[in-house]
């Protein structure tokens, strides 16, 4: 229930949707495959294959034998950004002997982009998002706005990166933005970003949601 992305930072919440087996000794992790032992390595850095494991909290319920909806707070800093991981989970935890370590079916996608604004545009050609990115964004980044960010290939047209360098920049303070289309945007909708970050010419890494929307915005002020 909660959204397929996590940001490449500390304290990201993803929240789950349980039927039967959840309880806060139920232990999940992110992890390029998940390893059916009963025991979690540790991340390794930077463009790790894991995250720590991380216990389960009820949230929509007090009692852990009412609650439908969990949530998982990880940290994320140490993960490739946009890269995509498999959500894990050992249900009865480290100290459980019967259950194992097992792949959920769902695919998380690790944004190195992790904050865009202005969250709106307009619907006309040359539309400015500024992005913030913690980790992974290049020259040969792209990105771009759709109602969904699954499934898209080589046959979509997408745009680059482009760094910010106000005069005062330095290197350690270059910032990226996006110029987007929005005259081909349905006016009042709200679109996903996506990004794409090591470029659509290379096949390490695929298109992802990066949790990130931008409302095109249908009115204007108007100028007298």
């Given amino acids: 229930v909660g959204p397929a992305a996590v940001k490449v930072l500390e304290n990201q919440d993803i929240l789950l949707s349980c039927r039967e087996g959840c309880s806060s000794a139920a232990l999940a992790h992110l992890a390029v495959a998940c390893d059916a032992r009963r025991?979690?390595?540790?991340?390794?850095?930077?463009?790790?294959?894991?995250?720590?494991?991380?216990?389960?909290?009820?949230?929509?319920?007090?009692?852990?034998?009412?609650?439908?909806?969990?949530?998982?707070?990880?940290n994320a800093r140490g993960l490739t950004g946009g890269a995509h991981y498999r959500l894990c989970t050992d249900l009865d935890g480290s100290s459980g002997v019967e259950l194992w370590t097992g792949d959920t079916g769902i695919a998380i996608y690790a944004s190195g982009v992790v904050a865009a604004e202005p969250g709106m545009i307009q619907p006309a050609a040359g539309q400015i998002i500024r992005l913030s990115c913690s980790l992974g964004?290049?020259?040969?980044?792209?990105?771009?706005?759709?109602?969904?960010?699954?499934?898209?290939?080589?046959?979509?047209?997408?745009?680059?990166?482009?760094?910010?360098?106000?005069?005062?920049?330095?290197?350690?303070?270059?910032?990226?933005?996006?110029?987007?289309?929005?005259?081909?945007?349905?006016?009042?909708?709200?679109?996903?970003?996506?990004?794409?970050?090591?470029?659509?010419?290379?096949?390490?890494?695929?298109?992802?949601?990066?949790?990130?929307?931008?409302?095109?915005?249908?009115?204007a002020l108007c100028k007298s």
Wanted: net charge negative; aromatic share 8%; charged share 20%.
């Fill in 39 to 74: 025991s979690v390595p540790a991340p390794t850095g930077n463009g790790s294959w894991t995250t720590a494991a991380s216990s389960l909290e009820p949230v929509d319920a007090r009692r852990e034998d009412e609650a439908k909806i969990w949530r998982v707070r990880l």
């Fill in 137 to 219: 964004c290049s020259d040969m980044s792209v990105g771009l706005l759709s109602e969904s960010c699954t499934g898209l290939g080589g046959n979509v047209s997408a745009n680059d990166f482009e760094r910010q360098l106000p005069w005062h920049a330095t290197l350690a303070s270059v910032r990226w933005q996006l110029v987007v289309d929005g005259s081909i945007l349905w006016p009042g909708y709200i679109y996903r970003l996506c990004t794409d970050l090591d470029g659509m010419n290379a096949s390490s890494l695929a298109f992802g949601d990066t949790g990130l929307s931008i409302y095109v915005s249908p009115v």
